[in-house]
């Protein structure tokens, strides 16, 4: 470490570095002999080689700005090969780049990386990722975003900076081939992986713990919640007071066989401290199927009014208290499933007991699509000092509908639904056998709402002339014929008198009369209030009338005239007039 780095930061420095180190095969070791090294130094800003250069390679880590260790383990990860998540070769997959708000001299930093440069080593797009930018980095104007995430939910995941995610270190894992150091390889649930510290354990995603990842992850409120169609309530603990903090809590949900999971949260009393990027105090949700990738976290006072649906028979809510002195009530969520369990008098006791302090309690039993009002049931569970206590159900209205359920995602199999931020293999849905060749019949409205919602529009490609167009996408399951992307024309203004072409953004584009060709200026110019006037809007008409109907009307009537004439001619045209001047 350089002179110029004070103590405090080389401090935050080694915990960084003892990050990396505990969860990979990687040691580091403070000035020791080899040649190929990294030096620390404060350069006023906050960078890093990407690989190793050889020799003595700089990491620089101001103080004040920088000296924080999950920025500290962002640049060390830069120093071990990784590029920023954001410019994954699959960007346009997960991301809307908004490079009208960046400065061109930070583009670097969001254009995705070619394959020929760059490995994902078969994992997903990761927004949690700590290599991730926030949404508003690099902002020129910092009331807009430079990044947009096409799936909304993931939006104030982005840009975290406490710690490498859990995607993060495997990717290193596999990188430098920790991966393949233990003579056997463990057989882990839910994404886990043989740890390559200790060969008998896995190393488990968060929200799930044990031997083989086959357990909720250990948390001092939480615990497994078998769902069914009886809606079940879990809060934030001290909910709706405010909840303490450094609390990490863990809900590990499941269904029935062949079941999905239902989640919305409650709108009454949520709340988290506000931030860009929610990584101090937040909830965090995931519906699987991979539930390696970061879930979606949400903060401030504004729960995600929306119904969610898991992939697959297990979803994980997480609380995480932070060490915020804001006092705050958290968050409270009811969650059910469309499928009954089938068990004996002894085993539903069982599963009753399995909750743990939290808040978790039984409102109605939702059956088809009415909700019943006399079935009451009552919960055993365990408060704070480990005593059992009894909740008894809430009755509901029988005027009260259902939850609306949409399905945002799609099945990959009759009983399982990919995620978009998954590397597994593409969805296949079934369908009926046909002997016929006949191409298949057009989506149904009931399929294409597996899409996800649409993105946000993109920037326009163009300033001016109608040559622009601008982009969003949604996600769709590859077995359903949906549309995926909508442009439109925007930016319609006619350019600058005198333009006669734009270059811009890749795209080469010609003018006439300052619209982009194929579309007329209509209107020359338009009055504005100060009594200046500005060129008129480009489109498919000129001057209110569509030009190519002039063309042909003034073709036929040409023609009809020279039939005319030819008529009192005695069927004989005269050549060389023209009268109409064409």
Excluded at 382 to 402: E, H, I, L, V, Y
Excluded at 471 to 490: D, F, M, N
Excluded at 496 to 504: R, V
Aim: aromatic share 8%.
């Amino acid at each position: 470490m350089a002179e110029n780095v004070p103590e405090k930061t080389r401090q935050k420095i080694r915990l960084a570095l003892a990050i990396w180190q505990n969860a990979t095969c990687l040691r580091f070791t403070e000035g020791g002999p080899d040649s190929d090294r990294i030096e620390f130094f404060d350069g006023g800003g906050c960078s890093s080689f990407v690989g190793r250069a050889g020799g003595t390679q700089g990491i620089s880590i101001a103080t004040p700005g920088c000296d924080l260790v999950g920025i500290i383990a962002h640049e060390i990860g830069h120093a071990l090969g990784t590029f920023h998540e954001q410019a994954r070769p699959d960007q346009s997959q997960h991301i809307a780049v908004h490079y009208s708000n960046i400065p061109a001299i930070r583009w670097n930093n969001f254009q995705p990386i070619g394959d020929d440069q760059a490995q994902t080593l078969g994992l997903p797009y990761d927004a949690g990722s700590v290599m991730h930018y926030g949404p508003f980095g690099f902002a020129a104007d910092q009331f807009r975003p430079t990044i947009s995430t096409l799936d909304k939910h993931w939006l104030f995941t982005i840009g975290q900076r406490e710690a490498p995610s859990f995607l993060d270190i495997e990717a290193i894992n596999r990188a430098y081939g920790c991966t393949d150091q233990c003579p056997t390889e463990l057989w882990c649930l839910h994404g886990g992986y043989t740890d390559p510290n200790d060969c008998s354990r896995c190393v488990c995603p968060i929200g799930f713990g044990g031997t083989f990842c086959a357990e909720v992850q250990p948390s001092p409120c939480g615990g497994v919640i078998k769902a069914s169609p009886m809606v079940q309530t879990v809060a934030s603990p001290d909910f709706p007071g405010n909840f303490p903090s450094d609390l990490f809590c863990v809900w590990l949900f499941r269904s029935p066989p062949q079941g999905h999971l239902f989640i919305e949260f409650v709108e009454e009393s949520f709340g988290y401290p506000c931030e860009d990027t929610c990584d101090k105090a937040f909830v965090e949700l995931k519906m699987g199927p991979d539930f390696r990738v970061t879930g979606y976290r949400f903060c401030c006072s504004l729960p995600p009014l929306m119904t969610f649906q898991s992939i697959g028979e297990e979803a994980v809510i997480i609380h995480y208290g932070g060490t915020q002195t804001e006092k705050r009530a958290g968050f409270r969520a009811r969650v059910w499933s469309e499928k009954q369990w089938t068990v004996t008098t002894e085993e539903e006791e069982q599963i009753s007991t399995e909750t743990t302090w939290g808040n978790a309690v039984n409102e109605a039993e939702v059956s088809g699509t009415e909700r019943a009002s006399t079935t009451e049931a009552t919960m055993a569970q365990t408060n704070g000092d480990g005593q059992n206590t009894t909740t008894r159900a809430k009755p509901m209205p029988t005027s009260q509908p259902p939850p609306e359920v949409p399905m945002p995602f799609s099945s990959s199999s009759p009983s399982v639904m990919p995620m978009p931020f998954s590397s597994s293999s593409p969805s296949v849905m079934p369908v009926p056998s046909s002997s016929s060749s006949s191409p298949p019949p057009p989506p149904s409205s009931n399929e294409c709402s597996l899409c996800l919602q649409w993105s946000e529009w993109s920037d326009c490609s163009q300033m001016c002339g109608g040559c622009g167009r601008k982009t969003r996408r949604r996600h769709c399951p590859s077995a359903v014929s949906c549309q995926r992307e909508e442009k439109r024309i925007c930016n319609r203004m006619a350019c600058p008198e005198g333009t006669n072409f734009l270059f811009n953004n890749g795209e080469f584009h010609l003018l006439w009369k300052g619209c982009c060709v194929g579309l007329f200026l209509n209107n020359s110019k338009t009055a504005k209030d100060d009594g200046s006037s500005v060129r008129g809007e480009c489109g498919p008409l000129e001057n209110n009338e569509n030009p190519f109907l002039r063309i042909i009307s003034s073709l036929l009537s040409s023609h009809d005239g020279q039939k005319e004439q030819t008529k009192r001619n005695g069927g004989k045209s005269k050549s060389g007039e023209d009268k109409n001047g064409q």
